[in-house]
């Protein structure tokens, strides 16, 4: 048995809806369904989801929301009489709004009636059956998901039929709707896929798997046709956002293959993301993906002797623990250490860090570079291939990019390098001419 995700776009209006049965109809494995709230149809229009949180706002100033609770009602009621399904839209909504006007309904579970909609029309358009994820979710007070409980409500509701499941909510120890943070139907999909023990995950949306770089600096990058779960995380965490980051976890410790698939264009393979691959089906290929980062600060000090020093490491580290830095990469040399973070982290304890610093550990020198952007090459085989940075330093140096630091992970599964944020797109589309081209 299959779960399968459709995303905001794909769930955007009654063409979309059509395809999507479609989808389900070319392989009856596919009976598990989670959808999201109706997306964007074109560019400039709005995802309902901002229109329910916009909505929310407004009633908390005690301001009328009514125009744009029109706007989302009516996005639902067309999609419904253009597919001719009969669903009784009209009072849901109705009791929601007066709800609303008493200011009885929390921002979560306002936020959470894009998905509740969505699934309600889908399920009556297939033929399937809804199943409301406050009925399985259940969250820990402490907002965790307690897998456990969860995964045997849905096992329990779930006898073999096709299930339409509402993504991005569940419910709370005390009754309450809560939501997960943007994005996160991908998380109702995984959890389904692993309380169910799918074959595969399938999450559709509106790009055929994932890019090798961002479109929007390389033109017409190549889909990534298979990917590890360790460098799909490498990939999020250093800028490609394609799936919620919640998304891996439960999947990953079921071992449930995870395939990124796109909605218009159902026959392409997408990407395949899973623990390993047996064989290599493109052996010349080394760099699994390109992505990056800007506006990271670098906070470097020297001193002769440093690496002699016990507990030095500590220490700087320690200065930014007690100002509630989080810190990204810390690259060091001998007698050198550098500590890189997104400046917004650091901006405002900037300089009394850099006074502890000059104070505790009197170095030679303390510098601070900001403007810093971070860019990651990931790829599970660069272990196996010598020499590959130092391709990578002289092919930067040739198209004339400085580069700031340098930073590779101890499993050989990335090389991160720190570059001025001007050359970010240069130093991206160079690395990709060059390595994947
Ligand atoms: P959905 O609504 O289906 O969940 P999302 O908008 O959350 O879709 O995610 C899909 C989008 O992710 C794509 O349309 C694309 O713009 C964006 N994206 C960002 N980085 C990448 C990448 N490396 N590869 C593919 N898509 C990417
Ligand atoms: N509709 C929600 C959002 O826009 C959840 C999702 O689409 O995954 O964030
Ligand atoms: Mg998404």
Not at 125 to 145: E, M, P
Not at 171 to 187: E, H, L, N, V, W
Not at 307 to 333: A, C, M, T, W
Not at 376 to 387: D, H, I, N, S, T
Request: with cysteine; glycine share 8%; charged share 25%.
């Amino acid at each position: 048995m299959k779960v399968v995700k459709f995303g905001g776009s794909s769930m955007a209006d009654a063409g979309q809806y059509r395809k999507i049965r479609e989808i389900l109809m070319a392989d009856p494995e596919r009976r598990v369904v989670v959808v999201s709230a109706a997306g964007k149809r074109f560019s400039g229009d709005h995802k309902i989801t901002d229109l329910l949180y916009l909505c929310h706002a407004h009633t908390q100033y005690g301001v009328d929301c009514s125009n744009i609770f029109e706007m989302i009602r009516s996005r639902y009621l067309e999609i419904r009489d253009e597919l001719g399904i009969k669903l009784d839209l009209e009072s849901e909504f109705s009791a929601l709004k007066s709800g609303l006007d008493r200011k009885m309904v929390s921002q979560d579970e306002l936020a959470s009636r894009g998905e509740y909609f969505s699934a309600k029309l889908m399920a009556a358009f297939l033929g399937f059956q809804f199943v409301d994820a406050a009925d399985w979710i259940r969250f820990k007070f402490d907002g965790s998901v307690d897998q456990e409980a969860s995964y045997a409500l849905l096992k329990d509701r779930y006898k073999d039929f096709g299930i339409v499941i509402p993504g991005f909510y569940g419910m709370m120890p005390d009754g309450k709707i809560r939501t997960f943070t943007r994005g996160g139907s991908d998380i109702t999909g995984a959890l389904a896929a692993a309380a169910l023990d799918a074959d595969v995950y399938e999450n559709w949306t509106d790009v055929s798997g994932i890019l090798m770089a961002d479109p929007r600096i390389v033109d017409d990058p190549q889909t990534i046709p298979q990917v590890t779960y360790d460098e799909l995380r490498e990939l999020s965490y250093s800028g490609a956002q394609v799936l919620h980051e919640g998304t891996i976890f439960p999947v990953r410790e079921k071992n449930i293959p995870l395939n990124i698939r796109n909605t218009n264009a159902p026959n392409d393979p997408g990407t395949m993301i899973k623990e390993a691959f047996d064989g290599d089906s493109d052996p010349d290929r080394f760099i699994t993906g390109i992505t990056g980062k800007k506006d990271f600060s670098v906070i470097s000090l020297s001193k002769r002797g440093l690496s002699g020093q016990v507990g030095y490491l500590r220490k700087v580290l320690s200065i930014f623990e007690r100002h509630n830095v989080s810190i990204d990469y810390v690259p060091n040399g001998i007698d050198n250490v550098s500590v890189v973070m997104p400046t917004e982290a650091v901006s405002s304890s900037l300089y009394t860090i850099m006074a502890e610093i000059q104070k505790e550990l009197e170095p030679d020198s303390l510098t601070v570079h900001d403007q810093i952007a971070v860019v990651a090459a990931v790829g599970r085989k660069m272990a196996f291939r010598p020499g590959i940075s130092g391709k990578i330093f002289a092919t930067l140096g040739e198209a004339g990019v400085n580069i700031r630091m340098i930073n590779q992970g101890p499993d050989e599964l990335n090389i991160i390098f720190g570059v001025d944020n001007k050359d970010f797109k240069t130093a991206i589309r160079v690395l990709y001419d060059s390595f994947v081209k």
